[in-house]
């Protein structure tokens, strides 16, 4: 079990919060530039199987057609082919579907080869057995964290008010991360609940959806600013650089892309610092925007200021360290 990392006192990043940046003394991150090709995970990907019949957001009824593009399989074989592109060797998968069946399913990706690291799961927080549930999900080592899909549920507020306090006990106990699957509308209530339960490591997955294609004068703009600014600041959450690109007007090249979120990256370092920013693709949802190796090369120049202890710690040293994933092979 390497639970133990990431348990590391979330507490602590949080007193510190966005002060000084402590990654050039962790030991996985020291050398740096070097090392940094080798050291490289993808925080953020899905696989899935349309036949297994539990992801309703991407088949059912109201799923619409901007999801045609990925209403498909994606396999092992496609996520090894655009991670070995990009020189990554090992990726974080995250479930698509609210089933323990489909979480089963990707621990068994864990189990065939080390390109998946590790797994981000589901139970049903809810649930009056949702202990137990999550204590046999968690005998699997490869089961890093577990991810409630609250950007579809219909309470902004679920997650402080659902959630059994034998649930919560239980990612405790077996040391689970908890990913934020979150809009700029739910960060008020994620404030509350991390607050609550500072042992519980959290990570907020694609910079919580900021609304760039929004106009400047959306609502959401001042929500997202304030829920972020609040959580880098009184939480020990950690925050991905991923989803990004289908979050933004369409752009043509890395370059523009790159231009378009960099005072996003400014903010995000200022409130998080960068030993608490992951790198993640959100693939295969991001290639409705671009494809793999583009969301890559845009990264790389925005993260080109960087010194190199900082870029390796974004693009993958965080990551191990968070989700307490095995070194590489
Ligand atoms: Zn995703």
Same mark, same amino acid.
């Given at each position: 079990?390497?639970?133990? /990392?990431a348990?590391?006192?979330?507490?602590?990043?949080?007193?510190?919060?966005?002060?000084?940046?402590?990654?050039?003394?962790?030991?996985?991150?020291?050398?740096?530039?070097?090392?940094?090709?080798?050291h490289?995970?993808?925080?953020?990907?899905?696989?899935?199987?349309?036949?297994?019949?539990?992801?309703?957001?991407?088949?059912?009824?109201d799923?619409?057609d $901007?999801?045609?593009?990925?209403?498909?399989?994606?396999?092992?074989?496609?996520?090894?082919?655009?991670?070995?592109?990009?020189?990554?060797?090992?990726?974080?998968?995250?479930?698509?579907a609210?089933?323990?069946?489909?979480?089963?399913?990707?621990?068994?990706?864990a189990?065939?080869?080390p390109?998946?690291a +590790?797994v981000?799961?589901w139970?049903?927080?809810?649930?009056?057995?949702? =202990?137990a549930?999550? $204590?046999?999900?968690?005998?699997?080592?490869?089961?890093?964290?577990?991810?409630? *899909?609250?950007?579809?549920?219909?309470?902004d507020?679920?997650?402080?008010?659902?959630?059994t306090? =034998?649930?919560?006990?239980?990612? &405790?106990?077996?040391?689970?991360?908890?990913?934020?699957l979150?809009m700029?509308?739910?960060?008020?209530?994620?404030?509350?609940?991390?607050?609550?339960?500072?042992?519980?490591?959290?990570?907020?997955?694609?910079?919580?959806?900021?609304?760039?294609?929004?106009?400047?004068?959306?609502?959401?703009?001042?929500?997202?600013?304030?829920? *972020?600014?609040?959580? +880098?600041?009184?939480? +020990? =959450?950690?925050? &991905?650089?991923?989803?990004?690109?289908?979050?933004?007007?369409p752009?043509?090249?890395?370059?523009?892309?790159?231009?378009?979120?960099?005072?996003?990256?400014?903010?995000?370092?200022?409130?998080? +610092?960068p030993?608490?920013?992951?790198?993640?693709?959100?693939?295969?949802?991001?290639?409705?925007?671009?494809?793999?190796?583009?969301?890559?090369?845009?990264?790389?120049?925005l993260?080109?200021?960087?010194s190199?202890?900082?870029?390796?710690?974004?693009?993958g040293?965080? /990551?191990?360290?968070?989700?307490?994933?095995?070194?590489?092979?």
């Amino acid at each position: 079990m390497t639970h133990d /990392a990431a348990a590391a006192p979330p507490g602590d990043d949080a007193a510190h919060g966005a002060a000084p940046d402590r990654t050039a003394q962790d030991p996985a991150t020291r050398d740096g530039g070097a090392q940094q090709g080798a050291h490289r995970i993808d925080a953020h990907c899905h696989l899935w199987r349309l036949a297994r019949g539990d992801y309703g957001w991407l088949t059912g009824e109201d799923s619409g057609d $901007a999801l045609a593009p990925i209403r498909r399989d994606f396999e092992l074989a496609d996520l090894a082919a655009v991670t070995r592109r990009a020189g990554i060797h090992r990726a974080v998968a995250v479930q698509a579907a609210p089933t323990v069946e489909e979480t089963y399913f990707l621990l068994r990706f864990a189990r065939e080869t080390p390109l998946v690291a +590790g797994v981000v799961g589901w139970a049903d927080l809810s649930a009056p057995d949702a =202990a137990a549930t999550i $204590a046999a999900l968690a005998a699997d080592p490869a089961l890093k964290g577990l991810r409630p *899909m609250l950007q579809d549920l219909p309470e902004d507020d679920w997650i402080t008010r659902r959630p059994t306090a =034998a649930a919560l006990a239980a990612m &405790k106990a077996a040391a689970l991360r908890f990913d934020a699957l979150v809009m700029p509308r739910h960060l008020a209530p994620l404030l509350r609940f991390l607050t609550a339960h500072p042992d519980l490591p959290a990570i907020i997955d694609h910079a919580a959806k900021p609304a760039l294609a929004a106009p400047p004068g959306d609502p959401r703009h001042a929500l997202w600013r304030a829920g *972020m600014a609040a959580l +880098g600041r009184e939480t +020990g =959450a950690r925050v &991905k650089l991923s989803g990004l690109l289908t979050e933004m007007p369409p752009v043509t090249s890395a370059a523009e892309a790159a231009a378009l979120l960099r005072p996003l990256l400014a903010d995000l370092l200022e409130w998080f +610092g960068p030993s608490r920013i992951v790198w993640g693709s959100d693939w295969p949802v991001l290639t409705l925007a671009a494809p793999y190796a583009l969301w890559d090369e845009t990264t790389t120049l925005l993260l080109a200021d960087l010194s190199p202890d900082n870029r390796a710690a974004i693009q993958g040293a965080n /990551a191990a360290r968070f989700y307490g994933l095995e070194d590489a092979p």
